[in-house]
DNA sequence: AGAAAAAGTGCAAACGCTCGCAAAAATAGC
DNA sequence: GCTATTTTTGCGAGCGTTTGCACTTTTTCT
């Protein structure tokens, strides 16, 4: 609103140095005889002086601040990731912008120039599939991007994820094993490149080794979705499913058992990434577990890595994950 | 990193006018004429201009970027509102930096002096009891702050909520009329001040006018203490409970389940804020649903008024919540 | 003690934009 | 056609920092 009160320049004048000192001071730069630090500090503290840090990245054009591209935030998904980028974010000093991008009210594109415009530092990006106007943006800013829970089918960015082929065949390998044989895949957006280049795929390969038919459901992203598809699932004799989301998995299992379908015995349900909710329902759902706050950290400490030009080791990180066997599917 | 390539001058210079006219174009002054706004609108695309928020910021004084202070993103309830408010923050084009303030490495006063640093024009805080030094800072920065789903024992700042007070009563007297007269409250934090003032306060009263002993069970905040917790309550003879957090609330439920008693009969469950999760369990939890994406869209559509100095009609705004009758208390 | 090296400090030009003011151009009024 | 208005433009001084460079002062080494 109004000028600023106390200025770098107040502190100098009252310090009897000059501005290029007690910046030098603020941040900590050690060419600074100790006895002139204390008297820098001893001002800046008696008037409350604190560097404005829009001056201090424009002239110095860095903002220590990175930007979150994330599709939902009420999405626990998100939440865990983005917890995880968040306690690493704070520990280097950076502060988060986050920006939804579901949000239809907007075009995707303006909402990244946006935060571009804001001379972020860097760009963790959880939503699916860049566009490539999008790549361009982030190539004219020259901001560096890490994927994080996601893929990109170009392979431009590093990301970090879990290895979501060897997953696929992990729980689809488990139903069959139980002896389920209809097996099907409930899925978000079908077109996401972890869906369609990884489970997707990989499941269809799976199918065509075991003889089997491969069934998708698309599309369904809620609780109502899920509970409703029950009835198509039971119409099409499916015997095991396979669910991206939980909050879905949960639509379906309480459908089946209002159905009065025995689960596991007769219809088995994993989801494919457990949050809390996996927990919470009866009988408790068997996961895929992925190792979500790691995920976010890992992604924010080699942004950090890439925003500081240090060269980085390996440009797709794989967690491992863990197959959670609970209650929706028979004990081995 | 490097010098940004595209300025404002290389606009004003490209299209031959000056730096104040392509700011004007820029920022949607109407002072131009028509020709020349096209000309210069012309040479933006050309050049794909993009105005450095950092600049606009330091000239400005206003950097569009508003604080949420929030405890923990991962916990839906916040999450909901984060979204109402997210919503509101894009259609008035403000971008939003997020600090989660639970996070114990650094402490609260150094990470919102921070965010103040930023220049944010306005904060939503979300967390319990603002301190006094985080006031003093808002004071000395002179920006404006709104609580959403929070108050202030100081009543200082506008807040958006519902009525506790009302909702406390509502819920124990729901479940008084169920026959229920061993209620316990189950909550997070017993010291924040909706807690303290008003829900615990309103159930104290409450008691008091029935004659019924308080019980407070505190500092219950995820799954595992709800389901622990059941042991305590069974064994203080309580057959209502009230849950600040549903995921709490789930976890009595499941151990209740588990220990084979009979909810609704013998033992009912109301949860205070109802997320997703509560639809999930099984019976369903009777909830009050909060308006929470509307309590965040209100109350970021309240900061834009702060922001832009007009005045505002209620310091204290309570949305209509709604109790839903689920499974884990009697059919009324 | 004197020279060389190292440490500490100041100067002032950026950084990219906004905005009050004054000047110029366009329009209106008669 | 000539003023009086109104609309468009340009000028340039900030906004609060950082930082390369040059200049002092202090320390180190013979």
Same mark, same amino acid.
């Given at each position: 609103m109004h000028k600023q009160d106390v200025t770098i320049y107040d502190v100098a004048r009252e310090a009897k140095v000059s501005m290029a000192t007690v910046s030098r001071v603020v941040n900590g730069n050690s060419n600074v005889r100790k006895e002139t630090r204390e008297r820098v500090m001893e001002v800046i503290k008696r008037l409350h002086y604190q560097p404005n840090a829009v001056a201090q990245g424009l002239a !110095?054009?860095?903002?220590t601040t990175v930007g979150l591209v994330v599709p939902d935030l009420t999405n626990l998904y998100f939440a865990e990731l983005s917890k995880g980028i968040d306690d690493i974010a704070h520990l280097y000093k950076y502060n988060i912008i986050i920006t939804s991008i579901e949000n239809q009210l907007v075009n995707e594109n303006q909402t990244i120039q946006s935060l571009l415009n804001k001379q972020v530092d860097g760009v963790i990006y959880m939503s699916n599939d860049l566009s490539d106007s999008t790549i361009e943006a982030f190539d004219r800013t020259n901001t560096p991007v890490v994927l994080a829970g996601t893929v990109d089918s170009r392979g431009k960015y590093p990301s970090v994820t879990i290895d979501y082929d060897e997953a696929t065949l992990d729980v689809f390998g488990q139903l069959y094993q139980d002896g389920k044989h209809h097996l099907a895949w409930v899925v978000?957006?079908?077109? !996401?490149s972890v869906n369609r280049d990884h489970r997707i795929k990989a499941y269809r390969e799976f199918c065509q080794e075991k003889g089997m038919e491969p069934h998708i459901y698309g599309h369904k992203t809620n609780y109502h979705d899920g509970y409703e598809l029950y009835a198509d699932l039971a119409k099409d004799g499916i015997d095991g499913v396979v669910v991206t989301r939980d909050l879905v998995a949960c639509g379906i299992l309480n459908a089946a058992l209002d159905a009065?379908?025995?689960?596991?015995?007769d219809f088995e349900i994993i989801t494919a990434s457990a949050t809390p909710m996996a927990q919470v329902a009866r009988p408790s759902l068997t996961c895929v577990k992925q190792p979500l706050y790691d995920m976010g950290a890992v992604a924010m400490r080699l942004l950090t890595k890439l925003m500081n030009n240090e060269d980085i080791d390996e440009q797709e990180i794989k967690l491992p994950y863990e197959l959670m066997r609970k209650a929706t599917t028979l004990n081995k």
């Amino acid at each position: 609103m109004h000028k600023q009160d106390v200025t770098i320049y107040d502190v100098a004048r009252e310090a009897k140095v000059s501005m290029a000192t007690v910046s030098r001071v603020v941040n900590g730069n050690s060419n600074v005889r100790k006895e002139t630090r204390e008297r820098v500090m001893e001002v800046i503290k008696r008037l409350h002086y604190q560097p404005n840090a829009v001056a201090q990245g424009l002239a !110095s054009k860095r903002t220590t601040t990175v930007g979150l591209v994330v599709p939902d935030l009420t999405n626990l998904y998100f939440a865990e990731l983005s917890k995880g980028i968040d306690d690493i974010a704070h520990l280097y000093k950076y502060n988060i912008i986050i920006t939804s991008i579901e949000n239809q009210l907007v075009n995707e594109n303006q909402t990244i120039q946006s935060l571009l415009n804001k001379q972020v530092d860097g760009v963790i990006y959880m939503s699916n599939d860049l566009s490539d106007s999008t790549i361009e943006a982030f190539d004219r800013t020259n901001t560096p991007v890490v994927l994080a829970g996601t893929v990109d089918s170009r392979g431009k960015y590093p990301s970090v994820t879990i290895d979501y082929d060897e997953a696929t065949l992990d729980v689809f390998g488990q139903l069959y094993q139980d002896g389920k044989h209809h097996l099907a895949w409930v899925v978000g957006d079908t077109e !996401s490149s972890v869906n369609r280049d990884h489970r997707i795929k990989a499941y269809r390969e799976f199918c065509q080794e075991k003889g089997m038919e491969p069934h998708i459901y698309g599309h369904k992203t809620n609780y109502h979705d899920g509970y409703e598809l029950y009835a198509d699932l039971a119409k099409d004799g499916i015997d095991g499913v396979v669910v991206t989301r939980d909050l879905v998995a949960c639509g379906i299992l309480n459908a089946a058992l209002d159905a009065g379908k025995s689960v596991p015995d007769d219809f088995e349900i994993i989801t494919a990434s457990a949050t809390p909710m996996a927990q919470v329902a009866r009988p408790s759902l068997t996961c895929v577990k992925q190792p979500l706050y790691d995920m976010g950290a890992v992604a924010m400490r080699l942004l950090t890595k890439l925003m500081n030009n240090e060269d980085i080791d390996e440009q797709e990180i794989k967690l491992p994950y863990e197959l959670m066997r609970k209650a929706t599917t028979l004990n081995k």
